[in-house]
């Protein structure tokens, strides 16, 4: 598969009235097939590497395609206006917590976009950079990271959450977490910060998801003698 149309025409095959409906709950648009991640996968290995097929697959519009373009795109060879142009396009929370944010922790303009896209009016522009903080907090050692930056953010979460936007919220929720899971040296603030917030509200729609409770999440993380420990990659 080495155009779009050729990915787009296996995304077809895989696609299923059944996932079309459970992505649509999730809020994904009518243009999409509906196919499973685990078959992004399986096609994101057939074409990992090609760059310009990445952002033509992305330039489509159509959800599947979008997401499988932040499987393959790599975040180094992205430019601040392309991530910007992605971030733009996203359609949902999917794109935008996932397939963009993940190559955009992995670019050298990773904490500069996130720090802009946070500020943002529009929600998945601003969930998107809280997101993408929370990816570069998973992949970077403690020492490259600022610190005193990142309480600023804790602090920030505190004072506004409960005045931010349904899915901003939880995309703040989620970086107090990673913050108390990634980042030791800050293990107790992100803890203190979690239970300030207490029991985020964020209204997942018609589905089953729950938020996570900070609190017992940092909790746990900690029992299992994992906070600190980062990952190989923010991509999922």
């Not at 931010?164 to 992100?190: D, E, H, T």
């Not at 940092?218 to 991509?235: D, F, H, L, N, P």
Request: a positive charge; glycine letters at 8%.
């Amino acid at each position: 598969m080495e155009t779009v149309n050729q990915v787009l025409a296996a995304l077809k095959k895989k696609g299923s009235a059944q996932s079309r409906k459970i992505y649509s709950r999730h809020g994904a648009p009518e243009e999409m097939f509906g196919v499973k991640v685990a078959d992004l996968k399986t096609i994101a290995k057939k074409i990992k590497g090609n760059q310009q097929l990445a952002l033509d697959l992305y330039d489509t519009g159509n959800s599947d395609a979008m997401y499988l373009a932040g499987m393959v795109a790599d975040g180094h060879q992205m430019t601040k206006r392309q991530l910007n142009a992605w971030v733009k396009g996203a359609t949902w929370y999917m794109l935008s917590d996932y397939a963009v944010a993940g190559v955009a922790a992995e670019s050298r303009h990773g904490r500069d976009l996130a720090l802009k896209w946070i500020k943002s009016k529009k929600t998945l522009v601003a969930s998107a950079g809280w997101t993408t903080y929370s990816n570069l907090l998973s992949i970077f050692p403690d020492d490259e990271l600022d610190l005193d930056e990142i309480k600023g953010l804790l602090n920030h979460v505190v004072d506004h959450i409960d005045s931010a936007s349904n899915r901003v919220r939880y995309a703040m929720n989620n970086f107090v977490i990673s913050v108390g899971s990634f980042v030791k040296p800050l293990l107790r603030q992100a803890k203190s910060a979690a239970k300030k917030i207490g029991v985020v509200e964020v209204d997942m729609g018609e589905t089953n998801c729950k938020v996570p409770l900070a609190t017992d999440y940092i909790a746990k993380v900690e029992s299992m003698g994992r906070v600190g420990k980062k990952r190989k990659s923010a991509k999922c």
